[in-house]
């Protein structure tokens, strides 16, 4: 979204060049003697002597911090003239919880006041349940007189669908809204029809959730098996065969505590089919809650509960023996899917979400994945939550990421997802380095709980219809890798029936939980692990950033292919280079270009209200604190860039490219103002994660 004025601006930055060439004879010689040490300095990017910036002034913009940052800044800049006191150190690191609060409060003052009622806005007053009770205004004329100014006349939405959702709301509404009766305009465009994205969270499923009434009957008596097949004794009973004679004691005392009814010798595959038991006559005597409930939903939740109606599970049937029970699929004959040499795009946090997708499909990325969901989160019925595992119709192979501790709650929602939702893998999370996550025994904890890891793979696996993958580090410390342990553990899970392996693709990151991005990845420890996991694949992952790289890795290792994580938040266009197999010198106009896809996509995505706004700015930022690192082809002295190497201080060949260069925050937020317009005056912003972090 960008108005005319804007739209000079950034055009005016593109043809402009404030900072001229520097001409080697015109440096100094301190100048050209610091130029030849940058070179030979480890780590460091060779920029061209032409564009290095001698002259830069360190400085740090206080223009978006909070008074309480700012009032640290001043008083550290006071200490530092005075040479009797020590100066306070004042470090801004994106990890720290402070982001949040200030994120929220910033955008919660820019929300208007006078919220509309639903029904208002959608035109149907008459529909409203509350009527003068409603805590929603439903005075449209009083709105229409306080309403915002338009931050821009063209409405993306309406200008390609002929149809804007948020009407009146919308913060670009002056092409749809009527000014004086505010009714909202649409027009049928016959050539470009609106694609919804989809997994919607279901009001009826919602329902369920905050109720605690869902039904878990199938993924409990699995839990229950699983608990009790996979445990100590059993484990030790299958790595070291004991005499028959304490084999059958074992069992006789075994069988006295079994309260589950089934055998030891049952695997997990054959008690899917007899897990959920269901009484037919007590269940056709008993008013279904759902059947009440769905009457009274809205129309339009209920077409999309109707269109993700849950997939039935398969039960053995009394009566009538049906196609069902005679062509069943088993729980391991899944919809394969070749991973085989696969452009991967990691799951990544925050940054990894919808719009930023799209972009990378545009660019040639084969396999996407949603953003870590958290377990005990879903089975609460959190709405941010469930925001994470929503896919757009573009995203052929899509997969959602799990991250939890317990078979219990892994397995309940594995239940959920595969009744309620679209998606082609679930990727378990043994990979995330979080303290806050790692203390609660889920991501990298997982790897040394192997008990309990097992239970949580062998059930989720018996569970669903889908592949299941496993993201990894090499281990917890530094120097004492496990990934290769935890990887010939699963390789030996097999079902009874078909030898078909529990886990279908590993995804390997070649540092451990210690070392997060401190050093680069360990490629021949991946390689090692890559020759183990044979014939399950296994994709490596780390410092991918060049078609060089991806190639390099690909064809000196055993690796099935590369998952590229950090390299795609920097340059997304990286996927379209190992396809073609070129460096793509990209200019500033055109990956200036690709901030205004993404700002529309948000805006599709989050709303074009002003809170839909808001978030497409901070999701935008958030980018931005990884996109800043690019450096332009052309710039550079020696080409393949390495993704660790820092650079000096530099400017670009236009005014634009020097702007999506630079480090200072406030920088960013003009770069979001060219796109979304002026922020308001208390606008603050943090980055969420430190992403100057090159080694």
Known sequence: MMSSNEEIQSSILFQRITHPINERSKLTEEQLNKYETWKI??????????????????RLSIEHLNEKDKKLIIETNNNETNDSIEPKKKKFKGQNRKHLEINARSSSSNINDHQLCFFVVRGGLENCPYQSNCKHSHDLTSYLSRRPID??????MFDVYGKCSYGILCRFGQSHIDS??????NILHLNQNYIESLNKYPPLLKHLLRRKKYDYKLSDHIIKIANKQITKVNIAKRNNPINDDENKINEKQHDNNNDIGEKDDRSLVDIYYSALQIDNNQNQNKPSENEHLQTELDANDGEQQQRQSS???????????????????????KIRIDFNRRLYLAPLTTAGNLPFRRICKEYGCEITCGEMAM????????????ALLRRHPSETIFGIQLCGSFVDTMTRT?????????????????????DLVYKKGAGCALTRRTIDFERICRSVSCLSTHPITIKLRTGIMTGENNAHDIISLAKSWKTEYDENHVIDLFTLHGRSKEMRYSKSADWNYIDECAKLSNPIPLYGVGDIYSFEDYYQRLNETNVSGCMIARGALIKPWLFTEIKEQRTWDISANERFDMLKRYTNYGLEHWGSDQAGVDKTRRFLLEWISFLYRYIPVGLLERLPHRLNERPPYFFGRNDLETLMSSKLCSDWVKLTELLLGKVSSDFQFLPKHKANAYG
């Open 375 to 386: 377990t005990t989160s879903l089975l609460q019925g959190q709405m941010s939550e469930f």
């Open 180 to 185: 004086i009766t505010g009714h909202n305009k």
């Open 311 to 333: 997939r039935p599970v398969p039960f053995r049937t009394l009566g009538i023996i049906t196609d069902v029970d005679m062509i069943r699929l088993k729980p391991r004959e």
């Open 41 to 58: 300095q480890p780590g460091m990017a060779q920029i061209k002597l032409e564009f290095i910036d001698f002259d830069h002034e360190v």
């Open 414 to 434: 594995v239940q959920l997802l595969e009744e309620n939702f679209d998606y082609d893998f679930i990727d378990l999370n043994c990979a995330c380095p979080i």
């Open 151 to 156: 931050l821009d006349s063209y409405c993306y």
